[in-house]
Each structure stands twice: as C-alpha cells, then as structure tokens.
C-alpha cells in the first residue's frame, strides 16, 4: 500500500533553520500539505498545495517539492514552532494519507 | 470564521458502535466547495483519515475501515455525523472532524479542524 514517510524526528536550534521531509512515490503528481500539532491541539493546516500558506501562517514556514520529495521549511525557528509535523498527499484513487509524523524539538 | 465541534459519548463498549457527531458555525455544511471529513488518532500515534461526505450525501471512506464506516448529513441541523461499528481497543482514539477541501484527485486537504474527542473503547 502507498505510504508517506517521514523522519521521526528533527532537532534544531532556536534561529537555525528546520527542514522536515516526506517522502512518497505519488508525490510527483499529488499535491502535499502539511499541519502543524501541539501537545493536547488540533492539527493546524501551516501548507497547502506543495507550497501555498494560507492566511495567518507566519512567512517563516515554506514548502517545496522535487520529485518524490517534499520539504516542510520553517526559517528562523522560535520556540513555539516545536510540534508534531504532518504530511499530507492522496493516493492515485485520491484517497486522502498522512504521513507517520515528525517531532520537531527546539533546542 | 468556520467552526467544527465534536460531540458524543467518550467510552463505548467493545463490538458496539461508535457513534459522534459534528456541528458546524460560521459557515453553511451545503456549500457547494466542501466535503466534510473525519480523521482519527489513536493516543501517541499519528493521524488516519476515515471518510468525508458531500453535502448531497455522497460519501468516500478509507479502504481499511469501509466495512464499519458510516458517514451521514443533515444539512436542516447543519451536522455530520460518523458511526463506526463493531469497534475494538485498536478503535481508541481522538477523533477530528473538519473541512475537507476536494477537488477530486487534484487536491485534498482539511481545514480547519474541531478541537478533537477522545473515545475509549472498553468494557
């Protein structure tokens, strides 16, 4: 069955740069989308269509894709960006995945 | 500004049927540019879609869970709601409602999100 995958988990520095990837073998023709999950939250949709942020999401958070891989990039982490992150795609039937999840830790 | 709110009981007995609902604010359910998705996440795991519903009533579920799944409208309370039968300890989870932005197999994304509810399965 088709999966997304994702690093479990991504370290960074308060200032540095973060970069979470996914990875899937549809991504070529399947837009992704990520969401942002703090503890006890709903998940928060931080990028749609590979690269789209939706109003209200700080310009710190871009996203990029290259071939069957998509990179969630968050520029100049603070510290309220540690989170779980999540991908998201669809398979060739267009039925909705996600991936496995990334904890994002600020050092 | 669109809000979902789940409701429904948080612990159901093993082989019955789960059953939530989701209410929406600040918005009409019968627009014409959404379905209406659930997804659900088991305590410390990640996040699995389970099925939307068009306003019209037309439905897709995940594969894995179509055999239990049921997705219905009511657009007159503006609601949707899930029921999921024969449940299991494997069914515990947070469940979400929210939007789910369709355009076929263009794109496929949810947003916003209601705050979650935890259902326990146990006897």
């Keep these: 069955s088709y999966e997304l995958t994702q690093p479990p988990s991504v370290s960074v520095s308060p200032g540095q740069t973060a970069r979470i990837t996914c990875s899937g073998d549809a991504l070529p023709k399947q837009y992704a989308y990520w969401y942002q999950q703090k503890p006890g939250q709903a998940p928060v949709l931080v990028i749609y269509k590979d690269s789209e942020r939706p109003s209200g999401i700080p310009e710190r958070f871009s996203g990029s894709s290259s071939g069957t891989t998509v990179t969630l990039t968050i520029s100049g982490v603070q510290a309220e960006d540690e989170a779980d992150y999540y991908c998201q795609s669809a398979d060739s039937s267009g039925t909705p995945l996600f991936g496995g999840g990334t904890k994002l830790t600020v050092l | ?123």
């Design chain 2, 1 to 123: 500004q669109l809000q979902l709110q789940e409701s429904g009981p948080g612990l159901v007995k093993p082989s019955e049927t789960l059953s939530l609902t989701c209410t929406v604010s600040g918005g009409s359910i019968s627009s014409s540019s959404y379905y209406w998705g659930w997804i659900r996440q088991p305590p410390g795991k990640g996040l699995e879609w389970i099925g939307s519903i068009y306003y019209s009533g037309s439905t897709y579920y995940n594969p894995s869970l179509k055999s239990r799944v049921t997705i219905s409208v009511d657009t007159s309370k503006n609601q949707f709601s899930l029921k999921l039968s024969s449940v299991t300890a494997a069914d515990t989870a947070v469940y979400y409602c929210a939007r789910h932005v369709h355009g076929g197999d263009q794109y496929n994304w949810f947003d916003p999100w209601g705050q979650g509810t935890l259902v326990t399965v146990s006897s």
